[in-house]
């Protein structure tokens, strides 16, 4: 059965670093990863999809990056804005017709 | 603007009682989805309807029902509440299997 973990459950950072969120997942086999966005008291917003024959995407300071071998994603946040926090929370697809497997999020801090 | 909107935003219910959560998308969809989040959990998935007049259970169904009504909308039913229900329930939409849009949210507490 496919588990997804997302280590640390919070984090806070002072404006400014990169900042790597983590991701790891039991089953190799996935099909895509997803990041998404959470903010409070509204719905998610999709960030970036790694697709399972690719290594990286990017969208402006993000980047997401996925390793399959060794089960993890990783989500880089360049130059940190107070705008950005938010909970970070990724996904994986076991395959086209399968559903989404959630982790519980990491809670980011960005203090100005 | 175009996306998901789901009603109510609040609820308080009683235990035994039923409730139906109402979701719409403008979007032309042709997938929805009801998922549940509760504290230190990831998005656990209730169930999910991928076209109009077809659903199916997701990872947590019981003691929920569902409705496809049309494509643009898709109805969650609580038959008979349970404080085990007391959760944030999000609808989402999606074309394909990629592009997921997401409501902003029901708080439910079962007292």
């Known amino acids: 059965k496919q588990e997804v973990t997302q280590i640390p459950a919070a984090l806070s950072v002072p404006e400014g670093e990169n900042l790597v969120l983590n991701c790891s997942f039991t089953?190799?086999?996935?099909?895509?990863l997803q990041w998404f966005r959470q903010d409070p008291g509204k719905g998610l917003t999709s960030l970036l999809l790694?697709?399972?024959s690719q290594r990286e995407q990017t969208s402006g300071r993000l980047n997401a990056s996925l390793d399959k071998s060794s089960g993890r994603s990783t989500l880089y946040i360049a130059a940190s804005q107070p705008g950005d926090s938010a909970t970070y929370l990724c996904?994986?697809?076991?395959?086209?017709?399968?559903?989404?497997?959630w982790g519980a999020g990491t809670k980011l801090i960005i203090k100005p | 603007n175009a996306g998901v909107t789901q009603t109510p935003k609040f609820q308080v219910l009683k235990t035994g009682q039923s409730m139906t959560l109402q979701c719409a998308q403008d979007?032309?969809?042709?997938?929805m989805y009801w998922y549940r989040q509760d504290p230190g959990m990831g998005l656990r998935l209730i169930y999910y309807?991928?076209?109009?007049?077809?659903?199916d259970k997701g990872e947590v169904p019981n003691g929920y029902n569902v409705s496809r009504l049309n494509k643009r909308e898709f109805s969650l039913r609580l038959e008979s509440a349970a404080p085990s229900q007391t959760s944030v329930y999000f609808c989402?939409?999606?074309?394909?299997?990629?592009?997921?849009?997401f409501g902003s949210g029901t708080r439910l507490t079962v007292v």
């Open positions: 996904a994986v697809r076991r395959g086209s017709n399968y559903q989404l497997i």
């Open positions: 790694i697709q399972s």
């Open positions: 309807s991928a076209s109009e007049g077809t659903t």
């Open positions: 989402a939409s999606s074309l394909d299997n990629y592009g997921y849009t």
């Open positions: 089953d190799s086999a996935i099909y895509n």
């Open positions: 979007m032309n969809h042709n997938s």
